[in-house]
């Protein structure tokens, strides 16, 4: 997420209130703070904006954590926490352009999965899917293999016949 001029309107991160803000534009950014570390010691965290990656899905998402421990939230989903009303109480997070990347609050709405599932298949987003990575250890290039149309046992047994994975000792 590029950061251009001003950063819009400042929330608490719901469940993260002390520690950390979203704003408006999805950038998230931690609070100042004194934390302990693992020995006990205090020291002073500065306030500043975290980066986000994307994630193999093309979601952006951004590390959290609290009382030592880190979870990965999505900036869609954030935003729609804390700047939407859901007085449906619904589940997902839709983006309307299809764009997994364009977290506007105008571009975001709460969705059932029926209502997710349903505007993906019109805007063509099914046809899509999440691939996961497998990486070619002698040349370095990476493979994809569609996550919806192999199943575990047969990606398994990809790696494990590879002539670049063989000297890799694992059980299956």
């Known amino acids: 997420m590029q950061m251009n001029g001003a950063i ?5 991160v719901k469940g993260f209130q002390n520690l950390y803000e979203i704003s408006s534009d999805g950038f998230v950014r931690g609070k100042a703070r004194v934390v302990k570390t693992c020995k006990n010691v205090s020291r002073k965290v500065k306030s500043k904006i975290l980066k986000s990656r994307l994630n193999n899905c093309g979601y952006e998402e951004v590390r959290l954590s609290k009382n030592g421990k ?5 900036i869609h989903r954030l935003i729609a926490e804390n700047f939407i009303d859901n007085p449906d109480n619904k589940k997902e997070v839709n983006h ?11 571009n975001l709405e709460w969705a059932t999965h029926q209502e997710n599932m349903k505007h993906a298949s019109i805007t063509g987003l099914l046809k899509k ?20 149309t192999k199943n575990l046992t047969a990606i398994l047994k990809y790696i494990k016949t590879s002539k670049y994975t063989r000297k890799l000792k694992f059980k299956v």
């Open 129 to 148: 899917s999440c691939k996961k990575a497998v990486t070619n250890l002698k040349s370095y290039t990476t493979t994809t293999v569609p996550t919806f």
């Open 96 to 106: 309307k352009n299809g764009i997994k990347t364009d977290n506007s609050i105008e």
């Open 8 to 12: 819009g309107m400042w929330k608490p």
């Open 70 to 74: 880190t979870k990965t939230k999505f």
